[in-house]
Nanobody, 129 residues
Framework: QVQLVESGGGLVQPGGSLRLSCATS????????IGWFRQAPGKEREGVSC????????FYAESVKGRFTISRDSAKNTVYLEMNKLEPEDTAVYYC??????????????????????WGQGTQVTVSS
């Protein structure tokens, strides 16, 4: 049974940091592209960052470049999103997603949600003073 479980969300002041975790199970992490998406109230879902185990370049949305860092630990079956210099505009529910690496790469997965087969339940991130 495939599971993606996000954790690490919460309330943080502008300029602060959070680290999100996506614990995966039920599949081989190295066979999948893993991405972080977010959705704010009244807005469309946005691909934030996607990572694969191959030479495929890691993708970041322009709005988070230089502030967010995605990483994966295959031994722990976990993908992380380190978020620094948080802004109120980063407030959203953050979702972890998985897509089979046979069918997609990081950029199309993040930009179009291409071939995403599994989603987590989401974790709320609120940036406010």
């Amino acid at each position: 049974q495939v599971q993606l479980v996000e954790s690490g969300g919460g309330l943080v002041q502008p300029g602060g940091s959070l680290r999100l975790s996506c614990a995966t199970s039920g599949f081989t992490l190295d066979d999948y592209v893993i991405g972080w998406f977010r959705q704010a109230p009244g807005k469309e879902r946005e691909g934030v960052s996607c990572i694969s185990s191959s030479a495929d370049p890691t993708f970041y949305a322009e709005s988070v470049k230089g502030r967010f860092t995605i990483s994966r630990d295959s031994a722990k079956n976990t993908v992380y999103l380190e978020m620094n210099k948080l802004e109120p505009e980063d407030t959203a529910v953050y979702y972890c997603a998985a897509a089979d690496a046979l069918w997609t790469t990081t950029q199309p997965m993040c930009e179009r949600g291409q071939h995403v087969g599994y989603w987590g339940q989401g974790t709320q991130v609120t940036v406010s003073s």
